[in-house]
């Protein structure tokens, strides 16, 4: 892609916000590491000017980790506490941990993978299938300037995240024999998170292209670009 095309193309873009045309140019930037480098803060500031129309909450990341973190702190005490808390609250207490754990540790570890890849991040907002999980607005400058495998990396550590923090919540009702009901949905949840988070592609193909934003299908579309350009 020469570099008088893109220039025409951000011309327009920053007048029309068209967000269509906005990740098709960006498709094709990063398949250039030169043109990536040189229009990155220009594309993030688009990026942000499209964004901004549709969010309505933004926390900061100080404020937002510190939350997860004690979300997190919760969900652990939870677990520690819950075999203590009665036949019918055991099994439910630990799903519900679970699920705290599986919101606080996502974006963590985005973070805590991002930052260490030169990656940075320039806020919290709700997002996801509820509208409501908390989750990262990266600082697309920075994550245009790392490279494939880096932000591949990114990726993959919210999904690490996601399966730990449900591997924990089963081995909690397992250990502690929760009730069947815990143990048996958090066995169901722990094969099917894994299954959905590594088989974005067949599912995009069979027509469920809400998975085209999960992690796991920006991971493998990054790490195919990374095969490309070693191609190249």
């Known amino acids: 892609m020469r570099t008088a095309e893109v220039e025409a193309k951000l011309a327009t873009l920053e007048k029309t916000l068209n967000?269509?045309?906005?990740?098709?140019?960006?498709?094709?930037?990063?398949?250039?590491?030169?043109?990536?480098?040189?229009?990155?803060?220009?594309?993030?500031?688009?990026?942000?000017?499209?964004?901004?129309?549709?969010?309505?909450?933004?926390?900061?990341?100080?404020?937002?980790?510190?939350?997860?973190?004690?979300?997190?702190?919760i969900a652990a005490l939870l677990l520690l506490f819950a075999p203590s808390l009665g036949?019918?609250?055991?099994?439910?207490?630990?799903?519900?941990?679970?699920?705290?754990?599986?919101?606080?540790?996502?974006?963590?570890?985005?973070?805590?993978?991002?930052?260490a890849l030169g990656i940075r991040f320039l806020f919290y907002f709700p997002n996801g299938p509820a509208k409501?999980?908390?989750?990262?607005?990266?600082?697309?400058?920075s994550y245009l300037r790392a490279s494939p495998q880096a932000r591949a990396a990114m990726h993959l550590a919210g999904i690490g995240a996601s399966i730990l923090a449900t591997l924990v919540g089963f081995?909690?009702?397992?250990?502690?024999?929760?009730?069947?009901?815990?143990?048996?949905?958090?066995?169901?949840?722990?094969?099917l998170n894994t299954l959905f988070e590594f088989s974005p592609s067949l599912l995009v193909k069979l027509g469920f292209k809400i998975f085209r934003k999960s992690?796991?299908?920006?991971?493998?579309?990054?790490?195919?670009?990374?095969?490309?350009?070693?191609?190249?």
């Open 19 to 73: 967000e269509a045309e906005f990740w098709r140019l960006v498709s094709r930037v990063k398949r250039s590491r030169p043109l990536a480098e040189k229009y990155a803060e220009r594309i993030a500031r688009i990026d942000a000017d499209i964004f901004m129309r549709r969010a309505k909450l933004r926390v900061g990341i100080a404020t937002g980790s510190a939350a997860m973190l004690l979300l997190a702190a």
């Open 87 to 115: 036949a019918n609250l055991h099994g439910l207490i630990i799903l519900l941990a679970t699920f705290l754990l599986m919101t606080a540790l996502h974006p963590l570890a985005h973070l805590a993978a991002g930052r």
């Open 132 to 141: 409501i999980e908390p989750t990262l607005k990266v600082d697309y400058a």
């Open 171 to 191: 081995l909690a009702a397992y250990s502690t024999q929760a009730p069947s009901f815990a143990t048996i949905t958090l066995a169901a949840l722990l094969l």
């Open 215 to 232: 992690d796991a299908y920006r991971a493998f579309r990054e790490l195919r670009l990374r095969k490309e350009q070693s191609r190249a």
